[in-house]
Structure formats: structure tokens, C-alpha cells
């Protein structure tokens, strides 16, 4: 009955991740499994000293066509498929000499590694696996008696299994399996499927597959009533993804996504720069132009809402040095993120052992195409990543005063910030950094009067009389449709304004600008971010 223990005799080994092998085999062998294999499995088993069937011995028919036909044979899907409770399935195998194969042992050719390499087309086809996933499927369409292991991290649990269960394994543990070995095939396909339609230049194809790779269970997601986890996707990008964790306690669903939301931030500057972000927001962000003046610009950042900053998460992308870490330890960080930390700055954070640290050893490239993928109640929204990058030689002047070339500095700055910020996004600059933002209200006016207030408040915890906004430059993420918003940031003292364009009413909103003495430029692109 397949709720029994289901002892294992025979296993068959064919994998390209040879880690653990040998230990695997040796163990099997040990237990008196009769092991099959091929090519480079066979041969790294036999050189270790463990007994080996070649499945072309086995099935009576040699590998033909470079190796493409090996395991597509029936003694070799009849052995995995047979039901071991079917008086047909066992005659069928009587006639045909086929025996039973009880443990599958298979990982696929590396085909996501081939790409991720810059293989050619040809060697990446190549890397497509055919019998593999066939063996895969029909194991594991069969785990009432058949147990298939796709992942050399799970030998040991199989290990485990078997002396556990005198030799066999149980019908819990051949489902959990199973289900692993579908994950793993769709998966496989999947990054088939999405490489081909690259190659087609259809990134968005009729139909697409998600999928991941699980980090981490985490303790709950965005409130404690809801369930999360933390799965590993798509090619390796750096960031929160691929980084070290270096201490602190474990990240939680809202460290993620904000530590994520900061460093792609900060890796859109070519200056050292630095964010400090809360709630996927940033709350201060600043550039300056030597490395070596991280520490001012964590400071000009922090100046901006040091309120907001507590418990926020602060990204740098340039190495993370003593004199910086020793600024931030001052008011309590939920994580850190640079590319590399030096070892003051880690004996620095290191007083802090609740503070998580993360290394990621290199920065994002900010214009690399992706997918964002949200769910939607039936459905799925795919979008490309926002990649848009706007330089000053597309920045149109629409009113009568150009701004200066201090200003369009800043204009550019926090017209980037803005597409870090959620829409309605309003944002006050000046020197390098933010003074003031506005971000996710149902109108732009109220961003621009909320950005301009936290000018005004940061002013005061600073001990200035005069706020921050004053001689500053604003940046929209997307075309005011009022000329109420523009008006607002002028009474806030700004001096310049950057924003798409495109309202059926510019010609109103450039009339404004030039009448508050305004200077004006125009993007031609929007950075909604909700």
C-alpha cells in the first residue's frame, strides 16, 4: 500500500551539481542500494570507489546523439512509473525486464548558470535539460513509492529518512519531496521559457511563469496575523537579496522591503551618496563629491527629518568607514546597507548588536532592465522596472529665467530622489540633499504643502529661523495639474522646479512660474511610483 514504508533498492543518480555526491553514494552503497548512473556522475562515484551500473548497461542501449538520448528509455521511466500495487504494472515489468528504481536522484543541466554566464545561443540550448526533467516528473507523479531528491541540500535529510525507517522512506516525506521536484521543474522552465522570450525582445510574453527560490521563513509578514517568506528570484542582482548579513537579529518582512526600497535608491547616484528610508519612503537623502565625506552627507541626510529617521534604514553606496558608522550609531537604525564595510565600522556597529548590517560586496546597475510583478485579486500587474534616467541635456527650459547651474544640479538630484518616493511625490533640495518631502497623498498640493512644512521643521530642530525650503528646488514625479502646488513650494521659498510636463494646463502652470519669478524645466518623463 502506498501509505507503507517504502524500502529503497535501487536509486538512480544523474546530476550536474556534484556536492555531497560522494557522501550520498557511499551511504546508498553502504545500505546495499544498487546504484544507476551517467556520465559524469558515473564517473565521480566509480573514481571514489563506489559500484556503479551504467544506465546504458542497464538498459541495453547506448547514449546516442551526444548524449541528448540516455535516460528516454521505458526500463528507465518504466522502473520510476510501475505501481508497485498493480498486478498489471508488475506483469508488464515481468515482461519486459524491467525493475524497479525506488530513489531518483537528479539536478538539471545549469541552464540559468549557462545564461547567467553570457553563453552563446547554442551553448544555452545545449543546457536545456530533456531527460531530466521527464525522470523528475515521472518520480515524482509516482512518490506513492518512489522518493526523488532534486537538491543536493536535501542528501541529508534523505540520510536521515532512511535510518529513520530501516532503509526506506516514508509516504510524508516522499510527497514533501515531490512537491519539491515540481517546484524545481517549473521553475526550470520557466527560466527557459522567460530567456527565449528575451531573446525574442518580447519581454512581456502571452504567457509567464514567477518563480522562486525560498531564503527564509519569516516570523510574519507586514502585521503578525499574516504569513510571509522571503524567496530568491530572477538573476542575481546585488542587494538585499545576495547580501551578507554581517549581525543583528533576523530581517523581518518590512526590513526587506525597505532595505530593498534604500539601496536601489542610493545606487541611482554616481556621487557617494546616502538614504535613510522609513516605511518605503525616504525621509533624507544626500550626495557629496569625495567618499571620503560620507559622514557629512549621512548628517545633511539625517538633517532633513531626524524625527522620521529613528528606526528608519540607511543605505550607502560607497564602503561604509568608522567615522560614519560612529554618526550612526547615534539614534537607533533598524538595518544598515553598503556594498562593503570596513573592519572599524563593523567593531563601530558592532556595539549595537541589534542593529542588522548587511554587505553586499557591489551596487545594482540602476538602468538594467527587469519585471515588477504584483498580484492583483485573479491576476498578475508585470511592468519593466523604472530605469528611465533623465539628463540635463533633456531637461527643457519653459520659463523666462534658465536656472543656474546650481540649481539644475539639484534639480536633477531630486527629481531622482522623486522616483524613489511614492506617488503623489514632492521633493525640496538644495546642496546636494533633501530638506523637505512630501509623499504618497491623494493630492500634489498637499505633498508640496507637507514637503515645505517638513522643511520648516527640520529647520527648527536644527535652531534656524528660517526654513529650509528657502532657496531650495522642488522636484514633481509627475506634471502639476493646478498651478495651486507650484504656487505653494514658491511661498516655501523654493527658486526652481522640475517636473514631467504634459498637463492640459502648462501653458497656465508656466505662466505661474514665470510670475513668481520661477525657473522651470521639463523632463518628458514620469516617475509614478504607488
Known amino acids: 500500500m502506498p501509505h507503507q514504508n517504502r524500502p529503497i533498492r535501487r536509486a538512480l543518480i544523474s546530476v550536474s551539481d556534484k556536492a555531497g555526491l560522494e557522501d550520498l553514494g557511499r551511504y546508498l552503497s553502504g545500505k546495499g542500494v544498487e546504484i544507476l548512473s551517467t556520465g559524469g556522475s558515473a564517473k565521480a562515484l566509480s573514481s571514489a570507489g563506489i559500484k556503479v551500473t551504467e544506465v546504458a548497461a542497464h538498459t541495453g542501449f547506448p547514449e546516442i546523439m551526444d548524449g541528448r538520448v540516455k535516460t528516454l528509455h521505458p526500463k528507465i521511466h518504466g522502473g520510476l512509473l510501475a505501481r508497485r500495487d498493480s498486478a498489471e504494472h508488475q506483469a508488464a515489468q515481468k515482461t519486459h525486464d524491467i525493475p524497479d528504481i525506488d530513489l531518483l536522484v537528479v539536478n538539471l543541466y545549469p541552464f540559468a548558470k549557462t545564461v547567467a554566464g553570457g553563453g552563446s545561443w547554442d551553448d544555452c540550448i545545449e543546457n536545456i535539460d530533456i531527460g531530466g526533467p521527464a525522470m523528475l516528473r515521472g518520480a515524482a507523479k509516482n512518490h506513492d513509492f518512489v522518493s526523488v531528491v532534486t537538491d543536493p541540500a536535501d542528501y541529508g535529510k534523505l540520510i536521515a529518512e532512511m535510518d529513520a525507517q530501516g532503509g526506506g522512506t516514508s509516504l510524508a516525506f516522499r510527497r514533501a519531496l515531490a512537491r519539491k521536484a515540481y517546484a524545481h521543474t517549473a521553475a526550470y522552465d520557466g527560466a527557459i521559457a522567460q ?57 523581518s518582512y518590512n526590513n526587506l522591503n525597505d532595505t530593498d526600497a534604500a539601496f536601489e535608491l542610493v545606487a541611482e547616484f554616481d556621487r557617494p551618496a546616502i538614504a535613510i528610508i522609513k516605511h518605503a519612503n525616504p525621509c533624507g537623502v544626500a550626495s557629496v563629491d569625495d567618499a571620503s565625506k560620507m559622514a557629512d552627507a549621512y548628517a545633511k541626510a539625517l538633517a532633513c527629518d531626524p524625527v522620521s529617521a529613528f528606526g528608519g534604514i540607511i543605505a550607502l553606496n560607497r564602503p561604509l568607514d568608522a567615522a560614519t558608522a560612529t554618526e550612526i550609531v547615534k539614534l537607533f537604525a533598524e538595518v544598515v546597507i553598503a556594498p562593503k564595510i570596513s573592519d572599524e565600522a563593523k567593531a563601530v556597529l558592532g556595539a549595537k548588536p541589534n542593529v542588522r548590517v548587511l554587505e553586499t560586496g557591489a551596487m545594482p546597475d540602476p538602468t538594467a532592465k527587469g519585471l515588477i510583478v504584483k498580484s492583483l485579486s485573479g491576476g498578475l500587474l508585470v511592468q519593466d522596472r523604472d530605469f528611465g534616467h533623465v539628463t540635463e541635456s533633456e531637461l527643457k527650459v519653459v520659463t523666462k529665467r534658465a536656472p543656474s547651474a546650481k540649481e539644475i544640479a539639484d534639480l536633477l538630484f531630486a527629481f531622482r530622489v522623486a522616483k524613489h518616493v511614492k506617488s503623489n511625490a514632492i521633493v525640496y533640495a538644495k546642496n546636494g540633499a533633501t530638506v523637505g518631502i512630501g509623499a504618497g497623498q491623494m493630492s500634489r498640493v498637499d505633498s508640496s504643502r507637507i514637503a515645505a512644512w517638513k522643511a520648516d521643521e527640520a529647520a527648527k530642530a536644527a535652531g534656524s529661523h528660517e526654513s529650509f525650503a528657502k532657496g531650495s528646488v522642488v522636484a514633481s514625479d509627475a506634471f502639476f495639474p493646478f498651478a495651486d502646488g507650484l504656487l505653494a513650494a514658491a511661498s516655501a521659498g523654493a527658486t526652481a522646479v522640475i517636473q514631467p510636463g504634459g498637463s492640459m494646463r502648462d501653458a497656465d502652470i508656466i505662466k505661474a512660474a514665470d510670475d513668481a519669478g520661477l525657473a522651470m524645466v521639463l523632463t518628458g518623463m514620469r516617475h509614478f511610483r504607488h
Open 195 to 251: 530567456w527565449m522570450s528575451e531573446q525574442a525582445a518580447e519581454p512581456l510574453p502571452e504567457s509567464i511563469s514567477v518563480s522562486g527560490t525560498r531564503v527564509q521563513m519569516l516570523r510574519y509578514g507586514e502585521n503578525p496575523h499574516q504569513q510571509a517568506a522571503f524567496y530568491r528570484a530572477g538573476p542575481a542582482r546585488p542587494g538585499v537579496a545576495t547580501a551578507t548579513q554581517l549581525q543583528g537579529k533576523e530581517l
